[in-house]
């Protein structure tokens, strides 16, 4: 197989690295074709992602992504160039509407989460976010002192993504939304609902408001098996969620849902800070790695190997910055390479 | 002075009492007159807030509100009568568009919040959410299976809310939005960069997105002390702050900034779950009644006393079901009117 590899910006080209050498230790017979995407291709080529890259990725059988943007290319200019383009291409010219983010806080991370053990012991939750429509695809524009952006939802695109959580689910799904507000939540709720009873009646379902799962998401994290939502309360909530891990660094996500490849990038950015200095966690971007295997290429086994790799790593103590240790990326990479053999 | 009493639905009306008990305690030239609001006014009158009852406020020194809502009243009909549209038409008629929502966790009940101790201790901080705009005033519609809402911001909307911000702030403001994606956002962005250059040099001012700061309040709420952010941002930070406390039950609200009266009420909803058996925590309710005293009648030593009398009642020891204890409303009631005499 034939992957699409898009290290980007900041410290993306140097995780990329790590999983490029974990998914070959598991796998003999992956290639890479590497591309610029981001800040790299705004300073190569004047945008964030060119035709051709998109032609390769469009003729790959999974992708994998570093991270895009930093402080090079910030700028409030409405209408300049800007890293984040390139994701938005990806995601819309891919139609990789389901964001797949797993949140399990790891036994020997406990420590590192913010919030109290005796709340996060056990959490294993799935936010399924929206990704192709809302507020993000809608139509935006600035004049005379006032602008504006559109949340539009379809009920196909309502229908396919409830799917996917259902699909995703053992037991409960947890639709969020605010329809005590928003048309496009009470066309989302209305959907949801029929989706449920007419095709997944023995799941359990409950709707919860989008300022509500922000407070239970700390107070009850255990309480989430499945939750399903909008573009833009997905991406809020799901950074949240994140955070009962203690770090971004060690989160995957896979965006599925295209008839072409799917997307594999860590939850964490480029990282500015502490970019070229190589002590940049590499579990997200090797976790990532995982999930192409699984989902990308449908190779349980090998996915389940780079897990578990990881967790062993872990389990001995290795730690990156982030966590609180002095570990360099190459050693956790090494250390996880190390259990895989 | 004349204050318009909205107790609303659900625990509403019992925590109004308290809070009623509590101001009468402290200032002894209060008149109180009652209207129906909410689902009670829909079950009465067919509408969530009468145009009689509309006046009233309008006609008030300050409004004392319960709690809109509850399971009776939730539907999901387009076109529906809902009891929030009580509390939109009273933003809307008022002019309220600043919503103040304190965080400062008591340190008597650091052990209630989910976080660890040392990520709470001393966090103090205020949320200033635009409370008129954005997606909830927005064009709305559903047509042929397609929904839509609108976020709009005009320049004078973002500067006033931005005045108010710096405004509350003694050293730092963090500004929320999704630059990266919204037209709202760069405008809001360049707008708050404005005010802030012309008229506030010697506050500091930071830039965050909405999902690093979903993230940033849990792992580090300590950092902020002025957060200035759109009604739905403004809607999910508020509620995901209010759980660092541990509880929703302690914390107040005030919406300010129209040319007639302000809104007071506590963060906390309805609780259809508990409403009638006497147990809501009252002390949300009451420090509104605090906040009515000190940004509706310019009453700071009343405010003063009442929020020293219920940190000395909670020191003591007495605690609702919601913070794990058995006490009553009216013991907690009576708790704090003891510490006031
Ligand atoms: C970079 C940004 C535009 C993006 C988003 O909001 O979708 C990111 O936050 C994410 O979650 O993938
Ligand atoms: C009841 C609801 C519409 C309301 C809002 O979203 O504004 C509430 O959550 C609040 O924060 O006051």
Known sequence: PNIALLPGDGIGPEVAVSAVAVLNAVADDLTFEEHPAGGAAIDLHGTALTDEALAAVKASDAVLLGALGGPKWDTNEPGAVRPEQGLFKLRAELGLYANLRPIRPLPALYDASPLKRELIEGVDMLIVRELTGGLYYGE??????????????????????ARAGFNAAKSRVTSVDKANVLDTSR?????????HADEFPNIELEHILVDAAAMKLIAA???FEVIVTENMFGDILSDEASMLTGSLGMLPTASLGGTGPSLFEPVHGSAPDITGKGIANPIGMILSGALLLRHGLGREAQAAAVESAVDKALEKGIRTGDLGGTATTAEVTEAVLKELT
Chains 1, 2 share one sequence.
Do not use: N, Q, S
């Open 221 to 223: 994290p255990r309480h």
């Open 140 to 161: 935006r524009g600035t004049k005379d002192g006032r602008a504006f952006d559109t949340m539009v939802y379809t009920v196909a695109e309502i229908e396919r993504i």
């Open 187 to 195: 066309l989302w709720r209305e959907v949801v609902t029929r989706i």
